[in-house]
């Protein structure tokens, strides 16, 4: 935008040049208000600029974690599947409305605990539920549940399961899973949970 004042200012020579500058870039600015008008927004050289930046960064953030979640793949010795993990998250993310910069890293964790691609899915389907069940961050209940898979269910105790710790630490996976989504997701989500763990 402010290439365009400055060739506006270039334009004027003489006395009058500021007022005249001054008159074009008033103009400028109007004509911009018009459009935001049109628009149904309001939009000034600032919000567009803020905009464009944060489009630009948003997209650089997707692009690393993108190529994170291909090199992760790459050393799991499942680089075949990175195109079919790659639509899988940007398909999950238009579906349940969660951006593809939170969904990739929960992947990338649930790949690198599991080692496979098929159950990395679904474990992030559920976190993706329990997240909107127990309100936690998605990264929260990733951390939580990539520990659990591996026996560590301290952190667990945040979901009030009605469990004592020495019941969790009895556990296996598959039963915290069941009572996890017995307890949380029940009333969010008319699917039933898949129990293959």
Known sequence: ?????????????????????????????????????????????????????????????????????????????????????????????????????????????????????ADSQKLLKEAIDISKGSGQDLATVTTDLTNAYVGNNKGLKKYALGLSQAELKTMSFSQVMDKIYEELCGRFTSQPRYRGW
């Open 1 to 117: 935008m402010s290439n365009v004042v400055l060739n506006i200012l270039s334009e004027f020579k003489g006395k009058k040049a500021f007022k005249d500058a001054d008159t074009a870039v008033a103009r400028l600015e109007k004509s911009a208000r018009k459009l935001g008008e049109v628009l149904g927004v309001s939009l000034g050289t600032a919000a567009v600029v803020a905009f464009g930046k944060a489009t630009i960064k948003a997209f650089e953030a997707d692009q690393k974690a993108a190529a994170q979640l291909s090199n992760t793949v790459k050393n799991l010795g499942l680089a075949y599947e990175n195109t079919h993990i790659q639509n899988f998250v940007k398909e999950l993310s238009l579906a349940t409305g969660v951006a593809k910069d939170e969904l990739i890293p929960s992947m990338q964790k649930f790949l690198q605990v599991t080692g496979s691609v």
